[in-house]
Antibody, heavy 122, light 110 residues
Framework: QLHLQESGPGLVKPSETLSLTCTVS??????????WGWIRQPPGKGLEWIGS???????YDNPSLKSRVTISVDTSKNQFSLKLSSVTAADTAVYFC??????????????WGQGTLVTVSS | QSALTQPASVSGSPGQSITISCTGT?????????VSWYQQHPGKAPKLMIY???KRPSGVSTRFSGSKSGNTASLTVSGLQAEDEADYYC??????????FGGGTKLTVL
């Protein structure tokens, strides 16, 4: 059974960089059938797609985050990571990592981590 | 990139059917059949309920179905059960490798 687990600091200061890692177990991150994504959810609000990465390092990210996003992959550790720079209080959210599986026509988020709350505060 | 539009809340009695709409544009919902739907219980991670507009993953009840007309996708839950009470989110491919979620709908089972 595939398992995804987010890890990283739960508190980040304004203007600093948020860094999270997602560790994948029970399957290989190097499979050509999947993308690996980051999604966030501010307290009491809806889901927002942040970005996704392929095992070869190809990435896509949400243009509304204005190039603050860096997503990377480490296939040797079966992990992928998120960096979000210049954070403000608006970046306070539960951050989820998830697998995007090719479903015959497109990709859907079929496995999710439990999520980790990151608070931006001084 | 704007969020897809969903009603804030819907409700129904046990055994009834409800439909949640998800309205986008010609650039996302209307341009493809790549809408997925997710169920989220409080404090939990979202769960995939529908993909490819109308397909159900293995293990998801047949009471859940999806459809699309023009720029609006819909999720129908038939034979409502207490366990269906949750938040529901749609998600669509928005072109150029990007994805957009709806604002979410709270389903209340009366």
């Amino acid at each position: 059974q595939l398992h995804l687990q987010e890890s990283g600091p739960g508190l980040v200061k304004p203007s600093e960089t948020l860094s999270l890692t997602c560790t994948v177990s029970g399957g290989s991150i190097s499979s050509s059938s999947y993308y690996w994504g980051w999604i966030r959810q501010p307290p009491g609000k809806g889901l927002e797609w942040i970005g996704s990465i392929y095992y070869n390092g190809g990435t896509y990210d949400n243009p509304s985050l204005k190039s603050r996003v860096t997503i990377s992959v480490d296939t040797s550790k079966n992990q992928f990571s998120l960096k979000l720079s210049s954070v403000t209080a608006a970046d306070t959210a539960v951050y989820f990592c998830a697998r995007q599986a090719y479903d015959g026509s497109g990709y859907s988020f079929d496995y999710w981590g439990q999520g980790t709350l990151v608070t931006v505060s001084s | 990139q704007s969020a897809l539009t969903q009603p804030a809340s819907v409700s129904g009695s046990p055994g009834q059917s409800i439909t949640i709409s998800c309205t986008g544009t010609n650039s996302d919902v209307g341009s493809n059949n790549l809408v997925s739907w997710y169920q989220q219980h409080p404090g939990k991670a979202p769960k995939l309920m529908i993909y490819g507009g109308s397909k159900r993953p293995s293990g998801v009840s047949t009471r859940f179905s999806g459809s699309k007309s023009g720029n609006t996708a819909s999720l129908t839950v038939s034979g409502l059960q207490a366990e269906d009470e949750a938040d529901y989110y749609c998600c669509s491919f928005a072109g150029s490798g990007t994805w957009v979620f709806g604002g979410g709908t709270k389903l209340t089972v009366l």
